[in-house]
């Protein structure tokens, strides 16, 4: 199906573990982006991909790494996860800023992470 | 640093009620002002705004941006139940990282 998935969709890990978060889109969209949301926080952007082999830093990048070999895909790293990573991430994808009107992200069902 | 600020967080009215959200932003480089809906699950694309004064309606839900104040609103009209979820406000501007700086949102409860 088009849009944006993202796998899984619930996971428990532990601390100290490696975990990857998948993002997938079929939209072709230029910019990808991984969002977390806690109570109190709101949504934070983690990290960024302006297209294929370029990220870059948001506001909350410790202890996460992405990369982006193709367009579609994004995935998300915890290297070493923490209690403190417990949270529901959301990737999101947008053409980013080819025009003013093109700003909008549309974005994935989430992904709720759990670190014992 | 980007700044985002929704009031009220919480907001409870009675089915049929009129309610207007929030949406207040300290950014350099404004470029767009984005409202989301978020039920359950992910947020999902209500309106952009990006110059003053110009309405944004659709069905019942409507939004107007003032730039000179810094700030838009959201009205929703003869409200219904399935109207209740967090509505987030974000801003993206040309500084800085290319994502959106989202507000905590405001959540808001239609009581039958």
């Known amino acids: 199906d088009a849009g944006i998935t993202q796998s899984p969709r619930y996971k428990i890990t532990e601390t100290g573990r490696q975990v990857t978060l998948m993002c997938h889109q079929t939209?072709?969209?230029?910019?990808m982006f991984w969002y977390r949301q806690d109570l109190g926080h709101g949504l934070r952007l983690i990290y960024y991909?302006?297209?294929?082999?370029?990220?870059d830093k948001g506001e909350v990048p410790d202890g996460y790494v992405v990369s982006r070999s193709k367009t579609e895909n994004f995935p998300l790293t915890l290297e070493s996860a923490t209690r403190s990573q417990t949270s529901v991430y959301f990737c999101?994808?947008?053409?980013?800023?080819?025009?003013?009107?093109?700003?909008?992200?549309?974005f994935g069902p989430g992904t709720r992470l759990t670190v014992l | 640093e980007d700044k985002v600020v929704q009031s009220p967080l919480s907001l409870v009215v009675h089915e049929g009620d009129t309610v207007t959200l929030n949406c207040s932003y300290e950014?350099?480089?404004?470029?767009?002002l984005l409202w989301y809906k978020q039920e359950k699950k992910a947020p999902t694309f209500l309106f952009m705004l990006?110059?003053?004064?110009i309405e944004k309606k659709s069905g019942r839900l409507s939004s107007i941006l003032d730039k000179k104040e810094l700030f838009s609103i959201l009205n929703i009209t003869a409200t219904q139940t399935g109207d209740s979820a967090v509505y987030l406000c974000?801003?993206?501007?040309?500084?800085?990282?290319?994502?959106?700086?989202f507000g905590k949102g405001t959540h808001l409860i239609i009581q039958p």
């Open positions: 999101a994808s947008g053409l980013g800023q080819v025009r003013p009107h093109t700003d909008t992200q549309y």
């Open positions: 974000a801003v993206y501007s040309g500084g800085g990282a290319d994502g959106l700086t």
């Open positions: 991909s302006a297209a294929a082999d370029i990220t």
């Open positions: 950014v350099t480089n404004f470029r767009s």
């Open positions: 990006t110059s003053s004064g």
């Open positions: 939209w072709s969209h230029s910019y």
